[in-house]
């Protein structure tokens, strides 16, 4: 898959090669001046596949594409899962040449099994909200409201990261909920509470601000004492014997710098997420 | 186009009997009208050939299928159509509430119950305890001679013990009629007969209507006959008087009989239409209508005989070598070969052989006699005017073979005037 | 034995391997020497608990809905019948997940009859009855189909001669009727249980996942992937072997149905035997 991929871009017609070279430094020299770690001089191109948790969805899907007008002669391929799925999936030798986590759990069992090229980087954090059906017909103002007698909430199981998240605050905060169902995603959380079936769900800011009005977000001063870390790290596609990957170190490392830069940076402050 | 509808059913019954079933029924979609009536304790056979209306006969009785005219009555109740206390309403009594059991083809006994307890099913039904019902069950059982299977499965059963035990499943429920559709037709021909004569000794004295197309268990079981066909009754009677002496060309064909129409003459019938010698033939025995009434010469004949005592010849002294001395008057104007015969006393009918078709040790020789397209040499035959009859001979597969006989051969046909019958014909 | 084409005997075995091949793959992932210990777990048992329950009561349901529905398809004739039949049938070809928001917005807080039921104080929504209707929804058809099909080979000769004995409609049906249907209704009902068994996507949208009340062991093996993917093996194979169990079960009354026909079938050819001698008798001149 990864060669045809090369192939696909490889095609070396050099007077394609050389417009999209003039093309692409006319680009550099508006966007690309930023670009901290990656030096405009060393130029990269080829393909890699960028394997990212569900809650990156519209933020990864923008950087890719800036990140290609960035680089020209790169291709960014993208899979999103949630982040125990995809670590299952790169185990068992799907082709990943990056990994973006929702936590640092996932992110360590990939590099348990040895499938990490080099150390994770902290790109993002995010931390968690109460998400009401629109007009908030529970009238709920805090996190302790949610443990109000006969109030709907719904959680993400604690097997998750938004789940282990829900399960910090109530440590944290002594306030112990009584959830009316512990889902098995974010996306099933948002679902029990738009369709008013809930009367609350804590789920991340991000979540809020990607549902639109389907549901309105209370944040809450305790949302604090649970912070999510999203790291980033290059896969070893040798690792799991499995030649997974492009074998493309060098694009790999180029995305991860531009998800950690200033570009990166802006893009994920805008949906929602605090830095790491 | 069918004749045989103009012959107007007569409604009566077996005399001295107060009718119980009263049906006057159409169903158009089957192109079915049929009127019958079935005295108290009476057996009626329906007779006739498949699709001519049994089956919608026995459903309309049992409830299985709505007239689209007409009503049904048994013992004073409408059990389908208006009743004449409230001609405005329409009268649907469903078949659980008819007091009709009906016996089909298949045994049809339910596969999940014991022997016993499917004829325990129709006292059950009626609301007897289970003990009760299957004590009635095991009466029944006794009275087909079918006690020692009462705790076999239906599967085990064969076809012959099966159709005992749905004999008795169906007189257990006690119905007031009794219904059997081709009863003995599922069975082998080795086990019919004495199935035929258990239900002969149970079925007396109980109302009972029997669809049959076997004249055998017409005989056997039924005081009277109801013939049928295209969907209408074409003829009924007394079981031994329609069966003997049909007067239509389908129950002679379901009692296995030559039935020859023509005018009563002097010692016998003409089939010429007139009452002189052409096409005269000469029957020993004239059984008179069963009312008695008079059957004066010019009245309408018809004329029975058994297709194995009709030969067929190619040359007319054939027939002559089995002339006896006895003879009846001559007419003088015929063929002196003609002549020879008849004054030898036996029936010579020239005709031509429609088809061959073999029957185990003989070969029915079909073929029509009379009529205008019978080719006549001698012209014993040649002046007989209309249509032609029908008429078959059973030979042996040698005569077959000796006389050349292929369809379209011109023969004759004889036959004694002994095995002949003659009586009114209307 | 007539013979088949080679190939054909060769595409079957690829056909079997795609079957049983993924299922062998499943088994050598099962971590042993732990098997015990992660089937009997205090999530597990209790998924595993709720998931026979729940699926013992929507069979029940299932016949309860399904026997008179079958009836009505297999024994009478109405406008719109086809249409009916076809709208039956249909959870069997919608995703179930479709399902789910369907009966969200039937039987939710906001739905057409929840908002009634929740002002009488009946709550479905995040409970175990909603797990019981989701499964209810999707295993019906199973029921209805198998029955029907029986109901139309048997036929309404044995009910016609019932009911000229005497027996009332209700007394056909009960003493008739349904035991000459008893395997199909069976194998109906254990394949509706196999199916309500193995349901995840209507109760996920519909019903919730909650320890004890909602979460079915199709859910906990979804939920145990995150965390425990031995857990969630273990699991998939104790499910595995459940659906075999039944599966197995329901073929067996199936062939035991076979076997009895066998019975009839002889007395149909008894009845083919003798109407062949049949024109003998009755033949026209």
Same mark, same amino acid.
């Given at each position: 898959?990864?060669?045809?991929?090369?192939?696909?871009?490889?095609?070396?017609?050099?007077?394609?090669?050389?417009?999209?070279?003039? =093309?692409?430094?006319?680009?550099? #020299?508006?966007?690309? /001046?930023?670009?901290?770690?990656?030096?405009?001089?060393?130029?990269?191109?080829?393909?890699?596949?960028?394997?990212?948790?569900?809650?990156?969805?519209?933020?990864?899907?923008?950087?890719?594409?800036?990140?290609?007008?960035?680089?020209?002669?790169?291709?960014?391929?993208?899979?999103?899962?949630?982040? !125990?799925?995809?670590?299952?999936?790169?185990?068992?030798?799907?082709?990943?040449?990056?990994?973006?986590?929702?936590?640092?759990?996932?992110?360590?069992?990939?590099?348990?099994?040895?499938?990490?090229?080099?150390?994770?980087?902290?790109?993002?954090?995010?931390?968690?909200?109460?998400?009401?059906?629109?007009?908030?017909?529970?009238?709920?103002?805090?996190?302790?409201?949610?443990?109000?007698?006969?109030?709907?909430?719904?959680?993400?199981?604690?097997?998750?990261?938004?789940?282990?998240?829900?399960?910090?605050?109530?440590?944290? &905060?002594?306030?112990?909920?009584?959830?009316?169902?512990?889902?098995?995603?974010?996306?099933?959380?948002?679902?029990?509470?738009? !369709?008013?079936?809930?009367?609350?769900? +804590?789920?991340?800011?991000? *979540?809020?601000?990607?549902?639109?009005?389907?549901?309105?977000?209370?944040?809450?001063?305790?949302?604090?004492?649970?912070?999510?870390?999203?790291?980033?790290?290059?896969?070893?596609?040798?690792?799991?014997?499995?030649?997974?990957?492009?074998?493309?170190?060098?694009?790999?490392?180029?995305?991860? *710098?531009?998800?950690?830069?200033?570009?990166?940076?802006?893009?994920?402050?805008?949906?929602?997420?605090?830095?790491? | 186009?069918?004749?045989?509808? =103009?012959?107007?059913?007569?409604?009566?019954?077996?005399?001295?009997?107060?009718?119980?079933?009263?049906?006057?029924?159409?169903?158009?979609?089957?192109?079915?009208?049929?009127?019958?009536?079935?005295?108290?304790?009476?057996?009626?056979?329906?007779?006739?050939?498949?699709?001519?209306?049994?089956?919608?006969?026995?459903?309309?009785?049992?409830?299985?299928? %709505?007239?689209?005219?007409?009503?049904?009555?048994?013992?004073?109740?409408?059990?389908?159509?208006?009743?004449?206390?409230?001609?405005?309403?329409?009268?649907?009594?469903?078949?659980?509430?008819?007091?009709?059991?009906?016996?089909?083809?298949?045994?049809?006994?339910?596969?999940?119950?014991?022997?016993?307890?499917?004829?325990?099913?129709?006292?059950?039904?009626?609301?007897?305890?289970? %003990?009760?019902?299957?004590?009635?069950?095991?009466?029944?059982?006794?009275?087909?001679?079918?006690?020692?299977?009462?705790?076999?499965?239906?599967?085990?059963?064969?076809?012959?013990?099966?159709?005992?035990?749905?004999?008795?499943?169906?007189?257990?429920?006690?119905?007031?009629?009794?219904?059997?559709?081709?009863?003995?037709?599922?069975?082998?021909?080795?086990?019919?007969?004495?199935?035929?004569?258990?239900?002969? %000794?149970?079925?007396?004295?109980?109302?009972?209507?029997?669809?049959?197309?076997?004249?055998?268990?017409?005989?056997?079981?039924?005081?009277?006959?109801?013939?049928?066909?295209?969907?209408?009754?074409?003829?009924?009677?007394?079981?031994?008087?329609?069966?003997?002496?049909?007067?239509?060309?389908?129950?002679?064909?379901?009692?296995?009989?030559? +039935?020859?129409?023509?005018?009563?003459?002097?010692?016998?019938?003409?089939?010429?239409?007139?009452?002189?010698?052409?096409?005269?033939?000469?029957?020993?025995?004239?059984?008179?209508?069963?009312?008695?009434?008079?059957?004066?010469?010019?009245? #309408?004949?018809?004329?029975?005989?058994?297709?194995?005592?009709?030969?067929?010849?190619?040359?007319?002294?054939?027939?002559?070598?089995?002339?006896?001395?006895?003879?009846?008057?001559?007419?003088?104007?015929?063929?002196?070969?003609?002549?020879?015969?008849?004054?030898?006393?036996?029936?010579?009918?020239?005709?031509?052989?429609?088809?061959?078709?073999?029957?185990? *040790?003989?070969?029915?020789?079909?073929?029509?006699?009379?009529?205008?397209?019978?080719?006549?040499?001698?012209?014993?035959?040649?002046?007989?005017?209309?249509?032609?009859?029908?008429?078959?001979?059973?030979?042996?597969?040698?005569?077959?073979?000796?006389?050349?006989?292929?369809?379209?051969?011109? /023969?004759?046909?004889?036959?004694?005037?002994?095995?002949?019958?003659?009586?009114?014909?209307? | 034995?007539?013979?088949?084409?080679?190939?054909?005997?060769?595409?079957?075995?690829?056909?079997?391997?795609?079957?049983?091949?993924?299922?062998?793959?499943?088994?050598?992932?099962?971590?042993?020497?732990?098997?015990?210990?992660?089937?009997?777990?205090?999530?597990? /048992?209790?998924?595993?608990?709720? !998931?026979?329950?729940?699926?013992?009561?929507?069979?029940?349901?299932?016949?309860?809905?399904?026997?008179?529905?079958?009836?009505?398809? #297999?024994?009478?004739?109405?406008?719109?019948?086809?249409?009916?039949?076809?709208?039956?049938?249909?959870?069997?070809?919608?995703?179930?997940?479709?399902?789910?928001?369907?009966?969200?917005?039937?039987?939710?807080?906001?739905?057409? +009859?929840?908002?009634?039921?929740?002002?009488?104080?009946?709550?479905?929504?995040?409970?175990?009855?909603?797990?019981?209707?989701?499964?209810?929804?999707?295993?019906?058809?199973?029921?209805?189909?198998?029955?029907?099909?029986? +109901?139309? &080979?048997?036929? &309404?000769?044995?009910?016609?001669?019932?009911?000229?004995?005497?027996?009332?409609?209700?007394?056909?049906?009960?003493?008739?009727?349904?035991?000459?249907?008893?395997?199909?209704?069976?194998?109906?009902?254990?394949?509706?249980?196999?199916?309500?068994?193995?349901?995840?996507?209507?109760?996920?949208?519909?019903?919730?996942?909650?320890?004890?009340?909602?979460?079915?062991?199709?859910?906990?093996?979804?939920?145990?992937?995150?965390?425990?993917?031995?857990?969630?093996?273990?699991?998939?194979?104790?499910?595995?072997?459940?659906?075999?169990?039944?599966?197995?079960?329901?073929?067996?009354?199936?062939?035991?149905?076979?076997?009895?026909?066998?019975?009839?079938?002889?007395?149909?050819?008894? %009845?083919?035997?003798?109407?062949?001698?049949?024109?003998?008798?009755?033949?026209?001149?």
């Amino acid at each position: 898959m990864g060669s045809a991929r090369r192939s696909r871009l490889g095609l070396g017609n050099p007077r394609g090669v050389a417009r999209v070279a003039v =093309a692409a430094a006319l680009v550099a #020299a508006g966007v690309s /001046v930023a670009l901290s770690g990656c030096a405009g001089g060393s130029r990269v191109s080829g393909s890699i596949t960028v394997f990212a948790a569900a809650s990156l969805t519209s933020t990864f899907t923008e950087l890719a594409t800036e990140f290609e007008a960035a680089n020209p002669d790169t291709s960014v391929v993208l899979n999103f899962a949630g982040s !125990s799925d995809l670590v299952t999936q790169i185990t068992e030798g799907a082709p990943a040449d990056v990994f973006a986590s929702a936590d640092t759990r996932n992110m360590a069992k990939l590099g348990d099994a040895g499938l990490l090229s080099g150390d994770a980087v902290n790109f993002a954090s995010n931390t968690l909200t109460i998400a009401v059906p629109p007009g908030n017909p529970a009238g709920i103002k805090d996190f302790a409201d949610l443990a109000a007698p006969g109030l709907k909430t719904v959680v993400c199981a604690p097997q998750l990261p938004c789940g282990a998240a829900t399960v910090a605050i109530e440590t944290a &905060t002594g306030v112990t909920l009584k959830p009316v169902s512990e889902e098995s995603s974010v996306t099933d959380v948002l679902g029990k509470v738009s !369709s008013g079936e809930a009367d609350a769900g +804590l789920v991340y800011v991000t *979540d809020v601000e990607a549902a639109g009005e389907s549901v309105t977000g209370i944040s809450f001063d305790e949302a604090g004492a649970a912070v999510n870390t999203y790291p980033i790290a290059a896969v070893d596609g040798a690792g799991n014997g499995a030649g997974n990957g492009s074998g493309n170190g060098e694009l790999a490392a180029a995305f991860i *710098d531009f998800v950690t830069g200033p570009v990166g940076q802006r893009v994920l402050a805008d949906a929602g997420f605090g830095a790491p | 186009m069918t004749p045989h509808r =103009a012959v107007t059913p007569d409604r009566a019954v077996t005399p001295d009997r107060a009718v119980t079933l009263d049906l006057a029924a159409a169903v158009t979609a089957r192109n079915f009208s049929v009127e019958l009536n079935v005295a108290a304790g009476e057996t009626v056979a329906v007779l006739g050939p498949n699709g001519a209306g049994k089956s919608t006969l026995l459903n309309l009785v049992a409830g299985l299928l %709505r007239p689209d005219t007409g009503h049904v009555q048994l013992a004073g109740r409408t059990l389908a159509g208006r009743t004449l206390a409230d001609p405005a309403a329409h009268v649907w009594v469903p078949p659980h509430e008819r007091g009709v059991s009906l016996l089909a083809q298949q045994p049809l006994l339910f596969p999940h119950l014991s022997v016993l307890d499917n004829v325990a099913f129709g006292p059950r039904s009626a609301g007897k305890s289970s %003990r009760d019902a299957r004590a009635i069950a095991r009466i029944w059982l006794e009275e087909v001679d079918a006690l020692e299977l009462a705790e076999r499965r239906p599967a085990s059963l064969s076809g012959g013990q099966a159709q005992r035990i749905g004999v008795a499943r169906a007189l257990a429920s006690d119905p007031q009629l009794l219904l059997l559709d081709e009863p003995f037709a599922a069975l082998d021909v080795a086990v019919a007969p004495a199935l035929r004569r258990m239900l002969r %000794r149970v079925l007396e004295s109980r109302t009972v209507v029997v669809v049959t197309h076997d004249v055998l268990d017409a005989f056997t079981l039924a005081d009277r006959v109801v013939v049928m066909h295209d969907g209408a009754i074409v003829e009924q009677g007394p079981t031994r008087e329609v069966l003997l002496h049909p007067r239509t060309r389908f129950t002679a064909e379901l009692a296995a009989l030559n +039935l020859l129409m023509g005018t009563r003459v002097d010692g016998g019938m003409s089939m010429g239409g007139g009452t002189g010698f052409e096409g005269r033939v000469i029957a020993a025995a004239v059984a008179h209508s069963a009312a008695g009434a008079a059957f004066p010469i010019g009245a #309408a004949a018809a004329m029975a005989v058994r297709p194995s005592a009709v030969s067929v010849s190619v040359a007319e002294h054939a027939s002559a070598e089995r002339a006896s001395a006895e003879h009846a008057s001559a007419d003088p104007t015929s063929t002196e070969q003609a002549s020879a015969d008849r004054s030898a006393g036996l029936n010579v009918l020239r005709g031509i052989v429609h088809d061959l078709e073999p029957r185990g *040790d003989v070969v029915r020789v079909r073929g029509v006699v009379g009529g205008s397209g019978v080719v006549s040499g001698l012209g014993a035959l040649g002046g007989a005017e209309g249509a032609g009859q029908a008429l078959a001979a059973d030979v042996l597969p040698s005569v077959v073979v000796d006389l050349d006989l292929s369809p379209g051969a011109a /023969v004759f046909f004889s036959f004694e005037p002994g095995a002949a019958t003659m009586y009114p014909s209307a | 034995m007539l013979g088949l084409p080679r190939w054909v005997g060769i595409v079957a075995s690829v056909g079997a391997l795609f079957i049983v091949l993924p299922l062998v793959a499943m088994i050598t992932r099962v971590n042993w020497p732990e098997f015990g210990a992660l089937v009997t777990s205090e999530s597990s /048992v209790a998924a595993l608990g709720l !998931s026979l329950r729940t699926s013992v009561v929507s069979t029940a349901l299932c016949v309860v809905l399904g026997v008179p529905l079958a009836l009505l398809l #297999a024994r009478t004739q109405f406008a719109g019948q086809k249409v009916l039949r076809a709208l039956v049938l249909l959870p069997l070809v919608l995703p179930p997940v479709v399902g789910g928001i369907a009966l969200l917005y039937t039987f939710g807080r906001r739905g057409l +009859l929840g908002s009634t039921l929740e002002v009488l104080g009946i709550q479905i929504a995040f409970s175990t009855t909603a797990v019981v209707i989701a499964q209810t929804f999707v295993a019906l058809p199973f029921l209805v189909l198998s029955l029907e099909g029986a +109901l139309r &080979t048997v036929g &309404t000769r044995y009910e016609a001669v019932a009911a000229t004995l005497g027996a009332k409609p209700t007394t056909v049906l009960l003493r008739v009727t349904l035991p000459l249907v008893l395997p199909a209704l069976i194998s109906g009902a254990m394949l509706s249980f196999a199916r309500a068994l193995g349901e995840f996507g209507a109760t996920l949208t519909f019903a919730g996942s909650l320890q004890g009340v909602t979460r079915t062991l199709p859910l906990e093996i979804y939920l145990q992937r995150e965390t425990d993917p031995d857990a969630a093996v273990a699991l998939s194979l104790v499910l595995v072997l459940v659906a075999v169990v039944v599966v197995g079960l329901s073929r067996g009354v199936s062939e035991r149905r076979g076997s009895e026909r066998g019975g009839s079938e002889r007395s149909l050819s008894e %009845r083919r035997l003798s109407e062949r001698d049949q024109p003998a008798r009755g033949m026209p001149l």
